[in-house]
């Protein structure tokens, strides 16, 4: 389902040129729990956010569900992000002047979906993950766990093919981790496909593949 | 696609996070509204009651004769005399009534018995005439005659406000007041006009025989003459004449005479109204163009300080018409908030002025709505950059922000 050819990705130009990618070839299947993993500046956090179509690769081929998304549009790949794709942070961005509903509905409000089917649709994802009794909080007001809770309702609002997850515990004790993990595993379980970027061995274990970046390239894989 | 109910929700939720800042934000537009609108409400209102003054005093009949103020000039003592009323009445047929007036803008007028207190009034110095050409009534008494005129007579005819001030319990005809130190005599009171401009502006008027007043300023000169016509197509006719004999009569004079009908007096009031109202309604513009700026300044912060938030906003699928509509919606809401403060403190200030000054405040819902849509505009105008901005960040590099 998506699939990478030659990727490759430079920031500035001439001499502070940075090569952030140098040539990344990759397959991921429908329903795979793919880790990425590697030190800071290894490429990951750039590779993550090319494949959720957050910015552009300088070169190489990226198909996403048959689609060649070089040549969408900037209005095409909103639409992509909004439907077929999910993103859980290390920060949770959530919206600090909207409530835990609202913040769960932007999505779906982006998509179009009228506000009675929103709104259900919006508790229902809070209710999985546990939350049906916060709706009308504040972001602050919730623990790092409960948010990060929320982020992931949020990221599922659409039903996407994908959730891309950057360091989704690296803000979180070892208990919250925990159960955030659990519930990515659910994911999975469900047929989800997830790509997950952490440094953490432990929380890359839940996935079924790990892959190891280093200078922009992978160097290695390894498969449960 | 966010429809409408979205937008103004979001925006509100956003907007309320900062109570302080978007009230504080708003300040500028709100004085630039309320200016205009109070300024258009006092304007019109003033107007239509100078208008209303001016038809009230005298018929279409009326004219009058005065140097070219417009030129500079000014009646010295040759420019007018005391038997040019008299002499133009039997020369012209077209003219009906005519008065010479000698003014005291700025007379003390008090009651023998205490010095103190003394009270402003003006003084008009005139003949018989004036009676029926500023369509005054007497309450009661008489006005002046012929023989005042001729004679001096230390007499005076004064205005309701007047007799209300210096005698509130007692009759006033035969009694004596001092006015610039002469003690005169009222002979005649005036009936209260209603609702009269000079009660609201509390001017009192006192009229006296010209040669006694002139006598009393201690100055021969004449203001101006007055007069009506026979009839009102007769009017062009009385005032050439008018002219023609004061020219003659007074070949040595350099100024030029103007006639004044009362239709060019209140187009003249028109136009000095309408130039007050654009000039103070220009201060007022500029006060809106300072309060856009503003908000432009706090989208601008906004902008900055959400940069991740955006980021994130089109990683959840916003495109870039959502942000832009955000972003707008903000500047939109703020520049309508301050135009809906404006629009109470204007209408406010407007009656509150209106009240001091006793008259009625003319809102039309045309400046209210013109006044509003404007802020809109202005909201839409100094939103649409810092929109621009928001929406034109990659998501990437705005997520990376911090």
């Known amino acids: 389902m998506i699939r990478v050819n030659g990727l490759t990705k430079v920031y500035g130009s001439g001499d502070a040129a940075v090569h952030a990618l140098r040539g990344v070839d990759l397959e991921i299947p429908e329903g795979d729990f793919v880790a990425i993993m590697g030190p800071s500046g290894s490429g990951k956090s750039t590779f993550l956010s090319i494949l959720g179509c957050l910015e552009r690769p300088s070169s190489g081929d990226y198909y996403l569900d048959g689609r060649d998304v070089n040549s969408l549009e900037d209005d095409e790949l909103a639409d992509l992000r909004n439907k077929k794709l999910g993103f859980v942070f290390q920060s949770f961005n959530l919206l600090p002047r909207h409530n835990v ?34 709706l009308t909080h504040k972001p602050a007001e919730l623990s ?14 659409n039903n996407p093919l994908v959730i891309f997850a950057d360091e989704p515990t690296g803000n979180l004790d070892t208990k919250s981790s925990l159960e955030i993990m659990e519930i990515f595993q659910q994911m999975h379980r469900a047929g989800r496909t997830i790509v997950l970027v952490t440094h953490e061995p432990d929380i890359a274990a839940y996935a079924r593949r790990v892959i190891h970046f280093r200078d922009g390239k992978i160097v290695r894989e390894e498969t449960k | 696609m966010m429809n409408f109910a979205d937008l103004v929700q979001i925006v509100w939720e956003n907007l309320r996070a900062h109570r302080l800042r978007a009230v504080l934000t708003t300040i500028g537009i709100a004085i630039g509204i309320a ?51 008299t002499i133009i009445k039997e020369l012209s047929p077209a003219v009906d009534k005519m008065a010479a007036i000698t003014l005291g803008p700025m007379v003390d007028v008090r009651l023998p018995s205490s010095d103190k207190k003394t009270i402003m009034a003006s ?19 008489r006005f002046i005659t012929d023989l005042d005129v001729t004679s001096h007579s230390r007499v005076v005819v004064i205005d309701a ?12 005809l035969g009694k004596k007041i001092f006015v610039q130190d002469t003690p005169l005599t009222v002979v005649g009171v005036l009936e209260k006009a209603p609702s009269s401009m000079m009660d609201m502006f509390n001017v009192r008027s006192l009229y006296s025989p010209i ?26 006719q009385a005032i050439s004449d008018s002219i023609k004999i004061l020219e003659s009569r007074h070949s040595s004079v350099s100024n030029h005479y103007v006639g004044t009908t009362l239709e060019e007096q209140l187009e003249m009031v028109g136009k000095v109204t309408s130039i007050l109202t654009t000039v103070i309604g220009a201060v007022a513009g500029i006060a809106l163009l300072v309060g856009g700026v503003g908000v432009m300044n706090i989208m601008l912060v906004a902008v900055t300080e959400r940069t991740r938030e955006i980021g ?23 520049c309508l ?14 009656f509150a002025i209106a009240l001091a000054a006793h008259w009625p405040p003319l809102i039309s819902v045309w400046t209210v709505l013109l006044a509003i849509g404007f802020s809109v505009i202005i909201g839409i105008f100094f939103g649409l950059y810092p929109a621009s901005r928001a929406a034109s960040l990659s998501p990437a590099e705005a997520l990376r922000h911090l």
């Open chain 2, 123 to 141: 003084l008009y110095g005139t003949n018989p005439d004036l009676i029926h050409i500023m369509n005054l009534s007497l309450e009661k008494g």
């Open chain 2, 211 to 236: 040669t006694q007043a002139q006598d009393m300023l201690n100055t021969k000169v004449i203001n101006q003459l007055c007069g009506t016509a026979v009839s009102e197509e007769a009017l062009p």
């Open chain 2, 312 to 334: 994130l906003l089109k990683a959840l699928g916003a495109r870039r018409r959502d942000i832009m509509q955000q972003f707008l919606g903000e500047a939109v809401a703020l």
């Open chain 1, 144 to 157: 790092g766990g409960e948010q990060q809770r929320v982020a992931i309702a949020r990221a599922l609002a």
């Open chain 2, 35 to 85: 200016g205009v609108i109070a300024v258009v409400a006092v304007g019109q209102g003033g107007q239509a009651v100078i208008i209303s003054e001016i038809e009230k005093m005298g018929s279409s009949l009326y004219f009058d004769i005065s140097p070219d103020y417009m030129r500079g000039e000014t009646a010295d003592s040759n420019t007018f005399s005391i038997e040019d009323p």
């Open chain 1, 101 to 134: 509903l609202r913040n769960v509905e932007m999505p779906l409000i982006y998509a179009g979906v009228p506000s009675d089917e929103r709104r259900k649709r919006a508790q229902e994802l809070l209710e999985q993950v546990g939350l049906g009794h916060r």
């Open chain 2, 337 to 350: 908030l301050g135009g809906l403060i404006g629009m109470v403190v204007g209408i406010g200030g407007a």
């Open chain 2, 161 to 172: 406000g007047l007799a209300e001030d210096l005698f509130p319990k007692e009759d006033p």
